[in-house]
């Protein structure tokens, strides 16, 4: 029987009330910016939706799914630094949820943003919610109403290894894997978008709206003067009665979402991997003090264990090696009845919390233990005694145990993130199943203040060899728009505009979202594990 | 997405809502009808047909106690199926509640209505018999004509009751596929089934 | 050996409650039971009361029933000395009781005679008047069919028009003003000929508020004649009875027995023997008229038998045994009062639409002073071949209040699951304040249309229905059963 974890926290503290300030706060301005990107939309773009009697796309996934059943939204504030935020969540909706009672990845384009438009974030965030699927063996429900790539920005969405073409790819290999796809066309879908519901497994086509083509009615003419309107070239009638491109026809959304219900609750279910699981059981501590917990300042220091008595089932906790490399917290633990190994930070990585956190690692392998890595790292210990001891090679051991694991990985950015810790506790770039982050979440190669010192002493030493020097007031100088820059960033918003992390989410939030992630996991078998040469 | 239930001439959307962990082990279903979070459980009784009803309002939800009303008890109930029909028998009355197919009917309400109806023929052949006169009115499922193709005959029928206004062929005429063999116009009727 | 002399073993030849109902007192009298079965009532409580169910064919169910060659052929087969009509079908058709007769078969029934006086309506109101017998002032299509809308007129509005051949509200219309005469006498005439093959008509003075009276007559082949008291059967809808009381409500000792003795009167002089029923229309100023006489028991008559403790059946059979009546008109008792309430398929919402559907729980009221006639059970089909009516609910009290309370209960307790029923209608009915205080009429139902429409449901009591519905409906059950754990436990959370 494991222990239960023993809390310090006083919520009638000064300090405890202060940081639930701080972070309610921030929690306002993470939901006040989720709104905005789900719903602010100007009224001429609702407008010529309800026009086209088309139903906003979050309604469409509303009846989509079943209800009274969770949808676990993927980087809802996608691309949200980028295009003067005019490309909302990146213009399309992704997330987990329940269809008919089977796990789908659902990805919804969103046409009430430029016709759908794709953006480069758009397809980032596309090929990234096929990647979930792929790692997961989760079918996918496509709802297709896009008007094709951002043109303006073509260069950047097309040509790459993970640009559009990598969405088509993503959809053949799922296929191969025997993974179902549904597409719903409620808009058209041209040139590559074409290929959506072409390589989807079923396709039902709505008519009036719905339009499949490789080039729609301007471009057939520009390219062999043929004059053809939409519905001829690529109508619902077209491709269920003649073509064979879709299935199904449908007369109205709410038809068409109905028949793919009624698809989807046709597919088999796939084989969950047997795990050990438990009954779930709620944390014994209020997952909502979790506010009173994170500091209001990224330099000041809390314990790990207060965070996870908040995630894990009964606030249980099983501590492996709790008086060793004290600064890297290892033990096992269940999220929502699933044996999870946890690995979290309580500060700087040294020799023997890289060890011992490399050991945990392989425990967890043996033992086919998926791991949940919380995150709030300013890297690994520097200086002359941890060179001479090491710290290269031990954190490399580290880095090596975690990249060459088998078991699924899950990261959650609690607070800070930066420098070679983010490599060690599953950065993005160590394809973690999901990344999820805190509104606090910083990330970068190092803090703002010492990327600005840095910056400025350098700018001091070659003034120096100059034989020149700098006053206090120049040195400002340099250093404001150093932390403005690295401060704006290293935020979370920047990080999941740019899809560093599958989005940010409210902390209290943590514990259904890996719930979620460690059920749809238990699709994919565990493979043996074995790893590349550590260097002892 | 919810489900549609309709009792007395009027539609409600029911849904289950969960969310209690492990309520399912013990026979309760926690619903939102209409948007009311309730907490039901219908626990079968010693004759046939006869269960005990248990449904409480949500106490979490708006009005807290004061808002339990008529529910909050245990009700001795009678209830039967058939099909989509559910008969209850709750405290000396009957209701008659039907379970909407709601696929089926977001087809039927998209259907376009039946004005004029064109029968195509689903592949070349020749008229074996004609059933039918210009001016005759049919049931949907009536036989309209016989056709034989590549050996083998296929009864053409009305696919909704109409009056035939069209037919272009007679015995032994032969066709294309996709030629029009029939063309039915819809009946302005209004018999519904009283069921 | 059975209590009845010459009586060993009756063909029923009806179906439905009535057929349970005869079976009932033929079991008691240890005779042996027969009846005709269509195959579409073979899982029916009538096939399965009886000891031998006779298959009966027809191109109809109904053309079954009436088909009195086949139903003869039966008898003679299975060896029946005695046949009972039960009511409708063939209970009143002269030729069928002759033939019955002619078989040497004993006839549970009046004599053709009387059957052929009585059937005729035209024919039998002539006989009323003859004997002095008042009549509401009426004139015949056929004396003279070309001043038949004129000689209607001279009446006085308002008009019933009627069949002559007709019973059971059927081909009847009213008239209120002289331009609707006209499409009346068409349209009673084209119902008259559908239904009776026999267009004759007659009109007569329709009476506003009137009430239905009718008296149980129980004569025997040795000229005793005796009344087991009035019915009181107001309550109508589309002109079919819906519930009928005994003793009729607001009625002066002095006022029933001169109808009682009036009805008597008429059964004497028609010779009648057997159960019958003399029905009159009740004015409001007390004044009544001689309407018909129906020559066999009524649906109504299980009223009578639990105020008086008489069999009316078991009477039937030992007049048509040629028995004497075993009691005089002063040994019968006439001990509280007794309603009966029908329970049909059909739709009060709807202008009483028939309902069709499948039984899917026959759960009869039990208590103090209950009676449930039924010949249903689960799983059987009701269809628009038949009448509607499913059962009937009978209630006796002390007093009329007590029968009243009973019941309602007895409605409210009785489940029939599976088809639209008028359950809660009739309960509405017995509610009513004006029904409490014994104001019936005829027009009662029309009158009350308002607040016998259906209450609305309480939110709450909507709610609940509701959850009874989802939780026992299959797909609602299968589809929340679908979706796996934690998701269910996490409902509908989204980050």
């Known amino acids: ?536 | ?195 | 050996m059975t209590s009845i002399p010459g009586i060993q073993k009756t063909l029923i030849a009806n179906r439905g409650e009535i057929a349970v109902r005869v079976t009932k007192t033929l079991r008691k009298l240890g005779i042996a039971s027969a009846s005709v079965v269509h195959p579409q009532d073979a899982d029916s409580p009538a096939a399965r009361a009886v000891d031998e169910p006779c298959t009966i064919e027809g191109d109809t169910p109904v053309s079954a029933y009436l088909d009195g060659n086949q139903i003869i052929a039966i008898a003679r087969r299975i060896g029946a000395d005695s046949l009972h009509p039960g009511y409708g079908f063939l209970a009143e058709n002269a030729d069928f009781a002759e033939a019955v007769m002619e078989a040497g078969i004993c006839w549970i029934g009046p004599p053709p005679a009387a059957i052929r006086l009585m059937g005729d309506k035209i024919e039998s109101r002539r006989f009323a008047a003859e004997r002095g017998i008042p009549l509401t002032p009426s004139v015949n299509e056929e004396d003279d069919p070309k001043t038949f809308a004129k000689r209607a007129i001279e009446i006085g509005l308002p008009l019933l028009i009627k069949a002559s051949a007709g019973g059971g509200g059927k081909g009847m219309q009213i008239v209120r003003s002289k331009r609707e005469l006209g499409p009346a006498i068409e349209l009673a005439r084209s119902e008259a000929e559908r239904y009776f093959a026999d267009g004759r008509i007659f009109a007569e003075r329709y009476l506003d508020q009137p009430r239905h009276v009718e008296v149980q007559i129980l004569a025997d082949g040795h000229g005793n004649v005796v009344h087991l008291g009035e019915r009181d059967c107001s309550i109508q809808r589309r002109f079919q009875k819906l519930i009928e009381e005994t003793p009729a409500p607001m009625m002066d000792d002095d006022l029933r027995s001169r109808i009682c003795s009036q009805a008597v009167e008429v059964a004497r002089a028609a010779q009648y023997q057997n159960a019958g029923t003399v029905e009159f229309v009740l004015a409001p100023d007390g004044e009544f008229y001689f309407l018909e006489m129906n020559t066999r028991l009524q649906v109504e008559h299980p009223v009578t038998e639990m105020v008086t403790g008489i069999d009316l059946v078991e009477e039937q059979l030992r007049i048509a045994a040629g028995q004497t009546l075993s009691f005089s008109q002063n040994e019968v008792r006439f001990d509280g009062v007794a309603i009966e309430c029908r329970v049909c398929a059909e739709d009060p919402d709807q202008d009483f639409r028939p309902a069709v559907g499948r039984l899917l729980l026959v759960r009869p009221a039990e208590g103090e002073g209950l009676r449930f006639d039924g010949g249903i059970a689960s799983g059987q089909e009701v269809s628009t071949a038949f009448d509607p009516m499913l059962a009937k609910v009978i209630a006796h009290g002390r007093d009329r209040e007590e029968a009243i309370r009973r019941a309602r209960r007895a409605l409210r307790e009785s489940v029939i699951l599976g088809c639209t029923t008028n359950a809660a209608f009739l309960e509405r009915i017995l509610a009513h304040p004006d029904f409490a205080a014994g104001k019936v009429e005829t027009g009662f139902i029309p009158a009350h249309a308002a607040e016998l429409g259906t209450f609305e449901l309480s939110p709450d009591r909507r709610t609940a229905i509701l959850a009874i519905a989802a939780l026992s409906n299959r797909d609602f059950l299968e589809r929340v059963r679908a979706v796996p754990e934690p998701y269910a436990s996490m409902g509908a959370w989204q980050n």
């Open chain 2, 1 to 195: 997405m919810g489900y549609d239930f309709e009792l007395d001439g009027l539609a409600s959307l029911v849904h289950p809502t969960f969310d209690l962990e492990s309520t399912r082990a013990l026979g309760t279903i926690a619903l939102s009808i209409d948007g009311r979070r309730v907490e039901a459980a219908l626990i079968p009784g010693s004759q046939s047909c006869e269960y005990f009803l248990d449904v409480h309002p949500d106490l979490d939800g708006i009005g807290g106690i004061d808002a339990r009303g008529e529910l909050d008890r245990r009700e001795r109930v009678f209830v039967a199926c058939d099909g989509d029909l559910v008969f209850v028998h709750l405290r000396g009355r009957t209701h008659r509640v039907e379970a909407i197919n709601a696929l089926v009917k977001a087809q039927k309400d998209a259907a376009p209505s039946s004005g004029d109806d064109a029968l195509l023929a689903p592949m070349p052949g020749v008229v074996v018999d004609v059933a039918v006169t210009v001016g005759t009115e049919v049931e949907a499922g009536a036989l309209l004509l016989t056709i034989e193709s590549m050996k083998l005959q296929t009864a053409i029928v009305a696919p909704t009751a109409g009056r035939v206004v069209e037919l272009g062929l007679s015995a032994g005429s032969s066709f294309e596929q996709g030629a029009v063999l029939v063309r039915l116009e819809g009946l302005d009727t209004e018999e519904g089934e009283s069921r």
């Open chain 1, 1 to 536: 029987m494991m222990h239960r974890i023993e809390s310090r926290v006083d919520v009638q503290s000064e300090i405890y009330q202060r940081f639930a300030e701080k972070n309610r706060e921030r929690l306002g301005e993470f939901h006040r910016r989720q709104d905005e990107a789900r719903f602010e939309r100007p009224q001429r773009d609702r407008d010529r939706l309800a026009h086209h009697g088309k139903i906003f796309v979050r309604d469409r996934i509303k009846l989509l799914l079943d209800p009274g059943t969770p949808f676990l939204e993927f980087s809802s504030l996608a691309a949200n630094s980028e295009y003067d935020g005019d490309s909302k969540g990146a213009s399309v909706v992704t997330g987990i949820g329940i269809v008919s009672g089977r796990e789908v990845i659902i990805r919804a384009d969103d046409p009430s943003i430029k016709g759908g438009a794709w953006y480069p974030l758009t397809v980032k965030k596309n090929v990234r919610c096929l990647d979930i699927a792929i790692e997961n063996r989760l079918p996918v429900v496509h709802i297709c109403d896009s008007a094709g790539g951002f043109l303006p920005l073509q260069s950047e969405l097309f040509a790459d290894r993970v640009s559009a073409g990598r969405i088509f790819r993503n959809q053949a290999i799922l296929s191969k894997m025997g993974v179902q796809q549904l597409s719903l066309v409620f808009g058209q879908c041209t040139a590559g978008g074409a290929y959506i519901p072409a390589l989807s497994d079923y396709a039902v086509i709505l008519r009036g709206n719905g339009g499949i083509f490789l080039g729609g009615p301007p471009l057939v003419k520009a390219a062999t003067g043929e004059i053809v309107d939409a519905d001829t070239l690529g109508g619902a009638d077209l491709h269920t009665q003649v073509s064979g491109v879709a299935d199904y026809a449908a007369n109205s959304e709410e038809e068409a979402i109905l028949l793919g219900r009624e698809i989807v609750s046709l597919w088999r279910r796939p084989d969950k991997v047997s795990a050990d699981g438990r009954v779930p059981e709620p944390p014994f501590y209020d997952p909502k003090e979790l506010y009173g917990i994170i500091p209001d300042d990224i330099k000041v220091q809390f314990d790990m264990r207060e965070v996870i008595a908040r995630i894990v089932d009964g606030s249980h906790f099983h501590e492996y090696q709790p008086d060793y490399g004290t600064t890297l917290i290892c033990g096992y633990s269940y999220i929502w009845g699933h044996k999870v190994g946890i690995i979290g930070n309580n500060g700087v990585l040294f020799n023997d919390s890289s060890l011992k956190g490399a050991h945990f690692i392989e425990l967890c392998n043996q033992n086919r233990t998926p791991i949940v890595f919380l995150q709030n790292i300013t890297g690994f210990m520097v200086g002359q005694e941890y060179e001479a001891r090491g710290i290269c090679k031990d954190g490399a051991k580290f880095i090596m145990a975690q990249a060459g694991s088998s078991v699924p990985k899950f990261t959650i950015m609690v607070n800070g993130s930066f420098g070679a810790g983010n490599y060690g506790m599953c950065g993005r770039a160590y394809d973690g199943r999901f990344v999820f982050s805190w509104p606090n979440h910083q990330i970068g190669i190092m803090g703002a203040e010492q990327a600005a010192n840095t910056l400025a002493d350098v700018k001091i030493r070659q003034l120096e060899r100059a034989g020149e020097s700098l006053s206090e007031a120049e040195i400002e100088e340099i250093r404001i728009p150093v932390i403005a820059a690295f401060e704006r960033e290293s935020s979370a918003y920047y990080a999941t505009s740019q899809l560093w992390d599958d989005g940010i989410i409210d902390p209290v939030d943590t514990r259904n979202a890996l719930g979620i992630a460690l059920n749809v996991a238990q699709n994919v078998p565990i493979e043996d594990p074995h790893y590349g040469v550590m260097r002892l």
